[in-house]
């Protein structure tokens, strides 16, 4: 059984920081491309970054230079380092893992940006 939890969210004053994680098991991890995508009240899921498997990565142009995606196979989780957060950035954010057509979501964590 595939399962992904995802931690490491919570509220944090505008210009913090927070580091999430998303630990996987029931998969052979570091065979799969991971990403995070996030989804704010009212609006659609956005995807947010992905790395692969031979670590290069990708980053949505709201958040290039602020967060950065990481990965350690020997965990099998995947980590997103949000720094100068922005009341804009508060969402739920979920990860998602996906080799070919098989893909995998996690729960999501809330991430809430406020003074």
């Known amino acids: 059984q595939v399962q992904l939890v995802e931690s490491g969210g919570g509220l944090v004053q505008p210009g913090g920081s927070l580091t999430l994680s998303c630990a996987a098991s029931?998969?052979?991890?570091?065979?799969?491309?991971e990403a995070w995508y996030r989804q704010a009240p009212g609006k659609q899921r956005e995807f947010v970054a992905y790395?692969?498997?031979?670590?290069?990565?990708d980053y949505a142009d709201s958040v290039k230079g602020r967060f950065t995606i990481s990965r350690d196979d020997t965990k099998n989780t995947v980590y997103l380092q949000m720094n100068s957060l922005k009341p804009e950035d508060t969402a739920v954010y979920c990860c998602?893992?996906?080799?070919?057509?098989?893909?995998?979501w996690g729960q999501g964590t809330q991430v809430t940006v406020s003074a």
């Open positions: 029931g998969i052979f991890f570091s065979e799969y491309r």
């Open positions: 998602k893992v996906s080799r070919g057509l098989q893909s995998y």
């Open positions: 790395i692969t498997r031979s670590g290069i990565t």
